[in-house]
């Protein structure tokens, strides 16, 4: 769902659905190619506890033992796993990536190596010396995508991969930080691309819940290495090819392959039982990104660009950053445009009659209420979208749901680090239901 041409979007987003369910259904190797990727995955080497104990997993294999091979009637009668077993193991296998990534960092360099990282030196005392801490939390995060990852594949009868071992390459902690920007926009690109391809409605809300605090981390990391916090209006996908290329490049494990017992041709059965149709679902995403806009397009008239900068919540950073704000409110206010836009025209395209744009007060009165209020927006639209998606039927309207809900998570951690507050305040964003955003939203709405 880009603006140029929502119809390309639309072959795009298929697309990657394809290729995951393609993986899916043929039992192709789920992680291969360079470096063996794939294979020390699916072969589940050796893995850890959260204490760090080495253990022996369900599925390793030993190399110095020969293994019986199943007979084909052995084989045949196999009980087959649930299908998101397959989908869950690519995210467990890139969770792993990124807990060792933060971990092995962490221990190689200490906390004032970090502060004082050259691609920091732009910054303020303000945020470097949060660095290591925010960091430490994404590392806490990740394992706690591990771990709870690990505890829905045993929940579906599957053998969770283990951690493999990894070559990172850099030497500096400046370094240290553009790999993690690398990998957590990597991240975020690959649970949007894989999001399609999960079946069930209770494996979904976690996928999405880890997918837009990925999105937070990218967006401080992004920040951090002087690029845009929210480069585009849309969330990009990636599919299990393209991600594989990019974490291949940092797994050294190479195992043999394994095969694997999913049911054939899954079907999804995302849709939760409710009354809303997708025409309704959309017009409430609507509504939000009406307001969305409206908050960032009038506040932005209001206050000026000195106003802004000169806001007493940013008095604790640098001038470059102080600086920097006035534009990125002016990039927000643009992608909810275009979010209204795009949702505006699929309304239409389904049949229905996209709502209009209401009359609001705010109630800000300063610069600093004014991003304070744009905090709360943003976090309460990444838990609006965390709850609806999982309630359309139509991939394309679900892709639509998934691109915008990862963006306004890269909007809210960089509201929430304007505002002093974490960028990532939780390892799992929650959902909010519908009533509960309409109730949020009806404080600032003054008309019909």
Same mark, same amino acid.
């Given at each position: 769902?880009?603006?140029?041409?929502?119809?390309?979007?639309?072959?795009?987003?298929?697309?990657?659905?394809?290729?995951?369910?393609?993986?899916?259904?043929?039992?192709?190797?789920?992680?291969?190619?360079?470096?063996?990727?794939?294979?020390?995955?699916?072969?589940?080497?050796?893995?850890?506890?959260?204490?760090?104990?080495?253990?022996?997993?369900?599925?390793?294999?030993?190399?110095?033992?020969?293994?019986?091979?199943?007979?084909?009637?052995?084989?045949?009668? /196999?009980? %087959?796993?649930?299908?998101?077993? *397959? &989908? =869950?193991?690519? $995210? !467990?296998?890139?969770?792993?990536? #990124?807990?060792?990534?933060?971990?092995?960092?962490?221990?190689?360099?200490?906390?004032?190596?970090?502060?004082?990282?050259?691609?920091?030196?732009?910054?303020?005392?303000?945020?470097?010396?949060?660095?290591?801490?925010?960091?430490?939390?994404?590392?806490?995060?990740?394992?706690?995508?591990?771990?709870?990852?690990?505890?829905?594949?045993?929940?579906?009868?599957?053998?969770?991969?283990?951690?493999?071992?990894?070559?990172?390459?850099?030497?500096?902690?400046?370094?240290?930080?553009?790999?993690?920007?690398?990998?957590?926009?990597?991240?975020?690109?690959?649970?949007?691309? /894989?999001? %399609?391809?999960?079946?069930?409605? *209770? &494996? =979904?809300?976690? $996928? !999405?819940?880890?997918?837009?605090? #990925?999105?937070?981390?990218?967006?401080?990391?992004?920040?951090?290495?002087?690029?845009?916090?929210?480069?585009?209006?849309?969330?990009?996908?990636?599919?299990?090819?393209?991600?594989?290329?990019?974490?291949?490049?940092?797994?050294?494990?190479?195992?043999?392959?394994?095969?694997?017992?999913?049911?054939?041709?899954?079907?999804?059965?995302?849709?939760?039982?409710?009354?809303?149709?997708?025409?309704?679902?959309?017009?409430?995403?609507?509504?939000?990104?009406?307001?969305?806009?409206?908050?960032?397009?009038?506040?932005?008239?209001?206050?000026?660009?000195?106003?802004?900068?000169?806001?007493?919540?940013?008095?604790?950073? *640098?001038?470059?950053?102080?600086?920097?704000?006035?534009?990125?409110?002016?990039?927000?206010?643009?992608?909810?445009?275009?979010?209204?836009?795009?949702?505006?025209?699929?309304?239409?395209?389904?049949?229905?009659?996209?709502?209009?744009?209401?009359?609001?007060?705010?109630?800000?009165?300063?610069?600093?209420?004014?991003?304070?209020?744009?905090?709360?927006?943003?976090?309460?639209?990444?838990?609006?979208?965390?709850?609806?998606?999982?309630?359309?039927?139509?991939?394309?309207?679900?892709?639509?749901?998934?691109?915008?809900?990862?963006?306004?998570?890269?909007?809210?951690?960089?509201?929430?680090?304007?505002?002093?507050?974490?960028?990532?305040?939780?390892?799992?964003?929650?959902?909010?239901?519908?009533?509960?955003?309409?109730?949020?939203?009806?404080?600032?709405?003054?008309?019909?």
């Amino acid at each position: 769902m880009v603006r140029d041409d929502p119809s390309d979007a639309d072959k795009r987003a298929q697309n990657d659905a394809e290729s995951i369910r393609d993986y899916v259904t043929t039992r192709r190797r789920l992680l291969a190619g360079t470096a063996g990727i794939g294979a020390a995955m699916l072969a589940g080497c050796q893995g850890s506890d959260s204490s760090g104990t080495s253990t022996e997993p369900a599925t390793a294999m030993d190399t110095d033992t020969p293994t019986e091979t199943p007979s084909e009637t052995e084989t045949s009668t /196999a009980e %087959p796993l649930h299908p998101d077993v *397959d &989908v =869950l193991n690519y $995210a !467990l296998t890139l969770e792993h990536l #990124e807990h060792a990534f933060y971990r092995d960092g962490l221990d190689t360099f200490a906390e004032d190596e970090l502060t004082n990282a050259d691609v920091l030196e732009p910054f303020g005392e303000t945020v470097r010396m949060e660095v290591p801490d925010r960091m430490a939390t994404i590392r806490d995060h990740e394992q706690a995508h591990v771990e709870t990852i690990v505890e829905v594949v045993g929940q579906l009868g599957g053998d969770a991969v283990g951690e493999a071992a990894y070559d990172f390459g850099y030497e500096t902690p400046s370094e240290f930080l553009a790999v993690a920007k690398a990998l957590e926009n990597t991240g975020v690109a690959a649970y949007k691309g /894989a999001a %399609p391809a999960v079946t069930s409605n *209770d &494996v =979904l809300p976690s $996928a !999405l819940a880890v997918h837009s605090v #990925e999105a937070r981390h990218a967006s401080f990391l992004n920040l951090l290495t002087d690029s845009s916090p929210f480069p585009r209006a849309f969330g990009e996908a990636k599919s299990m090819d393209e991600v594989i290329d990019i974490a291949g490049d940092f797994i050294t494990t190479e195992l043999g392959d394994l095969g694997g017992r999913a049911g054939e041709d899954p079907t999804a059965d995302r849709k939760m039982e409710d009354d809303n149709s997708d025409v309704d679902v959309l017009n409430y995403a609507l509504t939000l990104e009406h307001l969305e806009h409206a908050f960032y397009r009038d506040g932005l008239e209001m206050f000026a660009d000195d106003d802004i900068t000169g806001a007493d919540v940013l008095s604790e950073f *640098d001038d470059d950053l102080r600086t920097s704000v006035p534009d990125r409110l002016a990039v927000i206010r643009d992608h909810e445009k275009a979010h209204v836009d795009a949702i505006g025209e699929t309304v239409e395209k389904l049949g229905g009659t996209p709502v209009e744009e209401a009359a609001y007060d705010f109630g800000y009165e300063t610069p600093s209420e004014f991003l304070a209020v744009g905090k709360a927006l943003e976090n309460t639209g990444v838990a609006a979208y965390a709850g609806a998606a999982p309630t359309v039927e139509n991939d394309g309207v679900f892709e639509a749901a998934a691109a915008i809900h990862d963006v306004e998570a890269r909007h809210a951690s960089f509201l929430n680090e304007l505002n002093t507050a974490s960028p990532f305040p939780d390892a799992f964003d929650g959902a909010k239901t519908m009533d509960e955003v309409t109730e949020i939203a009806s404080r600032f709405i003054t008309s019909e």
